[in-house]
């Protein structure tokens, strides 16, 4: 069944996919039998409430140099990220020359804004390309898995971080006592650690089930933050909830007792518990409703091909690894999903095997509908394609409920 990576409680199983491909690994179309696949299985720990996988593959096989995601692929994320590098500055005014380490800093959305700022910075990453484009951008790599080993080689060369950041990369970290002894020992007395990751409430609220794949190990409630910090005496001393991939936590993490907590740590916790987040059975409840999307999904795009539409994806996303995969929606189905990303584009996406094509291909011409896997960047690509809707084009949606629109 699998113990608690935090706590080691045995943990409720509650939502299982079966056989997964990688979410991020997209196949050339001549080695599609060289496919790695787990089982994507999902618990929740009734002592700690920590929600996470049951089993994970190995780092190195999930994050290898050629890692294709880019953190700055849309407008929006250039956006958040430019505007967290200015609140990391201002938190690091104690330090007469501030250090901020970035873990997972990808091709450098963030920490390009501090490098041109002169703002003393490492980004740590084991994605070699998107390490060598952050390059690009003036941004000090340490191309590497961050681990004790590393924050200490980090601050006996460089000094104690005054701040520690890491966006989507926390719960990426199956070794989650590892990774935060390695950033209680790198952080200055002073320093604060702000990290960003999905949050179990919006998953829950949206049913978005896509958000489960491999390199989301865990499902950060800030009740379950608390209790895997207690071990570094760290503490969470306020939150902020993004906008962003579908609804994120945001936690500035501080030592015990150092400064106040703030009224929105205490609102959250409460709503947490209100929302049934800690609880058995309404987790289950979200595992019902999970398996109703997938069926209606996989109705839908059926009935849309019965009667003759052409269905494109839009965006190539990791999340929509778990869709396809987990509906059954191959390229019998969606004829091709188009996608910005250059690391993609030619090859068949994870397990489903759809072409992945550039952006020029979804007008060349408009589909009669686009299943949009990119459903946390809507605003953007809708406002993008207003083309598509003007010509009559509609969007298949399946968060927070299957759905077309315009209807
Ligand atoms: P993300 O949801 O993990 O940020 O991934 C978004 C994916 O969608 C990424 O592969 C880039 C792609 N994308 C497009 O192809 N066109 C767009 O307009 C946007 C915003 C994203
Ligand atoms: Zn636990």
């Given at each position: ?8 409680a045995p943990l409720e199983l509650f939502l299982s ?30 002592a700690c409430w920590m929600v996470q996988l049951v ?89 590497a898995f961050f681990d004790e080993e590393v924050a ?256």
């Amino acid at each position: 069944m699998g113990e608690c990576r935090v706590c080691n409680a045995p943990l409720e199983l509650f939502l299982s996919f079966g056989r997964m491909p990688l979410a991020d690994r997209f196949v050339e179309p001549d080695r599609v039998a060289d496919e790695y696949l787990y089982d994507l299985a999902v618990g929740a720990c009734p002592a700690c409430w920590m929600v996470q996988l049951v089993d994970v593959p190995p780092p190195e096989v999930v994050f290898p140099p050629d890692y294709p995601y880019r953190s700055s692929a849309s407008q929006r994320m250039r956006d958040h990220f430019a505007a967290i590098a200015s609140r990391l500055r201002r938190l690091a005014r104690h330090s007469r020359d501030p250090f901020v380490v970035e873990i997972g800093c990808n091709d450098g959305a963030m920490l390009r804004t501090l490098a041109r700022a002169g703002v003393r910075h490492l980004g740590v990453d084991p994605a070699a390309g998107a390490a060598s484009t952050a390059h690009e951008y003036g941004v000090d790599v340490l191309e590497a898995f961050f681990d004790e080993e590393v924050a200490a080689r980090v601050r006996d060369e460089r000094g104690p971080a005054d701040v520690v950041y890491a966006a989507n990369t926390l719960c990426h970290i199956a070794d989650l006592h590892g990774a935060l002894r390695a950033i209680d020992g790198l952080l200055d007395d002073e320093g604060i650690l702000v990290f960003e990751d999905p949050y179990l409430a919006d998953i829950v609220t949206a049913t978005a089930f896509d958000q489960f794949y491999d390199e989301h190990v865990y499902y950060f409630s800030l009740a379950a933050v608390g209790r895997m910090l207690e071990p570094c005496a760290l503490e969470v001393f306020d939150v902020e909830h993004l906008d962003v991939h579908g609804g994120e936590l945001r936690c500035y993490v501080g030592r015990k007792g150092r400064r106040p907590v703030s009224e929105a740590v205490r609102r959250t916790l409460a709503a947490e518990q209100v929302s049934r987040l800690v609880d058995l059975d309404g987790l289950y409840d979200f595992s019902r409703r999970v398996d109703a999307v997938r069926r209606q999904l996989r109705e839908l795009l059926e009935e849309l091909h019965a009667a003759g539409r052409r269905v494109v994806g839009y965006g190539a996303t990791a999340k929509s690894a778990t869709v396809t995969n987990a509906c059954g929606i191959g390229p019998e189905l969606v004829e091709f999903v188009c996608d910005s990303t250059p690391e993609k584009q030619g090859k068949l996406t994870p397990g489903a095997h759809i072409p992945v094509r550039p952006p020029e291909a979804f007008a060349d011409p408009y589909p009669d509908y686009a299943l949009l896997f990119a459903w946390n960047h809507a605003a953007e690509i809708r406002r993008k394609e207003h083309d598509f809707e003007a010509g009559g084009g509609r969007w298949v949606l399946y968060i927070p409920e299957v759905a077309i629109s315009p209807p």
